[in-house]
């Protein structure tokens, strides 16, 4: 069984600051790892993805996540925040071998970004 | 440019009507998902298809109904038999020959029955 935890409901920071917005994970096998962006409206968009390559992974807008198989995490980080980064982010883990119909979301955190 | 086209992309509906959305896709893939979203919740998967003239239920297809008849389409028509249909529903696919577990969203449809 999967499962996946994203810790923080929502999230606030300033312009500029750093952001982290935190993933545990639960799987039975290697998983694959994903963070997804959604604006208002919108469907989701790919950040990043963990499929057992390098463990500190690199995304769009200067987005990265670790994975941490000790910790069973793997948070996202970003070191500077921008307005535009106002928006849900998703937490997803998924197993390779079996399809997407085994995909699991977190629940999402809504980062907010103050001026 | 290839991706997931979601229509209408807002819909009203009155309650004991049937409503369908429509999900095209010029990706090629093989594999397609319908997902209901509500606020906190996150995803859920209401339907998928791996192949043409196949599909399975997910882990809430209750109330809702789909058919794959093409490889590029995969509607969705949600029935007066849904208790709750106000939502945002999102279509995705994913490459069944190099499967790594991503998937490609389209923009969503959000109905809101009256």
């Known amino acids: 069984a999967q499962s996946v935890t994203q810790l923080d409901s929502h999230v606030s920071v300033s312009e500029g600051t750093p952001v982290l917005l935190r993933c545990n994970y639960s799987s039975s096998y290697s998983p694959s790892l994903f963070w997804y962006v959604q604006h208002p409206n919108k469907g989701l968009q790919l950040l990043l993805k963990y499929t057992s390559a390098a463990t500190l992974v690199k995304g769009i807008n200067g987005f990265e996540a670790e994975f941490k198989k000790s910790e069973t995490s793997f948070h996202l980080t970003k070191p500077s925040a921008h307005m535009s980064d106002a928006a849900e982010y998703f937490c997803?883990?998924?197993?390779?071998?079996?399809?997407?119909?085994?995909?699991?979301f977190g629940a999402g955190t809504r980062l907010f970004v103050k001026a | 440019d290839g991706g997931i086209t979601q229509s209408p992309k807002y819909l009203f509906r009155k309650e004991g009507q049937n409503v369908t959305l429509s999900c095209e896709q010029n990706l090629n893939h093989d594999a397609m998902y319908w997902y209901r979203q509500d606020p906190g919740q996150g995803l859920r998967l209401i339907y998928y298809s791996q192949i043409v003239n196949d599909f399975q239920k997910g882990d809430i297809a209750e109330g809702y109904s789909v058919s794959r008849e093409k490889k590029e389409s995969f509607p969705l028509t949600v029935t007066s038999a849904q208790k709750n249909p106000t939502a945002f529903y999102l279509c995705?696919?994913?490459?069944?020959?190099?499967?790594?577990?991503?998937?490609?969203f389209g923009e969503g449809s959000r109905l809101t029955v009256l």
């Open positions: 997803v883990v998924s197993d390779p071998n079996t399809g997407g119909f085994k995909t699991i």
């Open positions: 995705a696919s994913s490459n069944g020959q190099t499967y790594t577990g991503e998937l490609f």
